[in-house]
C-alpha cells in the first residue's frame, strides 16, 4: 500500500528554518515525482514545490523561491523541503503528495496531477 508521512513540522520564529520531510512506502519512489502543498485555515490548498523522480528538476512557487529547497534520496525513500527564512505567512498544514511518472524521469508534474496524499505536517511561524 502506497504510504506518505509527513514530519519535521513545528513552531519557528519569523526568519527561522524548518525541514520538512515526506517518507515513501509500499512503492518504488524512482517511478515518482513528489510535491509539497500548503493549506493555511481559511486558505485553499497550494502548491509550493515539486521535484521529479529522478532528482534532476523542481519548480517552485513564485512565494517561496529563493527561500525553500526540494531534495530527494530514493535510496532512503525521503523527501526533504528545506524551509529558511520562513515569514508568518508560511504558516500552513504541508502535504506531500506523489504522481507516478517514467522512471528516474525529469518530468515535473503540474500540481494539480498529484494522486497520493499524505496526511500534513503543522508548520507555525510566530514570535
Known amino acids: 500500500q502506497l504510504q506518505l508521512v509527513e514530519s519535521g513540522g513545528g513552531l519557528v520564529q519569523p526568519g527561522g528554518s524548518l525541514r520538512l520531510s515526506c517518507a515513501a512506502s509500499?512503492?518504488?519512489?524512482?517511478?515518482?515525482?513528489i510535491g509539497w502543498f500548503r493549506q493555511a485555515p481559511g486558505k485553499e490548498r497550494e502548491g509550493v514545490s515539486g521535484i521529479s523522480s529522478s532528482g534532476g528538476r523542481t519548480k517552485y512557487a513564485d512565494s517561496v523561491k529563493g527561500r525553500f529547497t526540494l531534495s530527494r534520496d530514493n535510496a532512503k525513500n525521503t523527501v526533504y523541503l528545506q524551509m529558511n527564512s520562513l515569514k508568518p505567512e508560511d504558516a500552513a498544514v504541508y502535504y506531500c503528495?506523489?504522481?507516478?511518472?517514467?522512471?528516474?524521469?525529469?518530468?515535473?508534474?503540474?500540481?494539480?496531477?498529484?494522486?497520493?496524499w499524505g496526511q500534513g505536517t503543522q508548520v507555525t511561524v510566530s514570535s
Open positions: 509500499g512503492f518504488t519512489l524512482g517511478y515518482y515525482a
Open positions: 503528495a506523489a504522481d507516478r511518472t517514467d522512471y528516474y524521469s525529469d518530468y515535473v508534474p503540474n500540481f494539480h496531477e498529484y494522486d497520493y
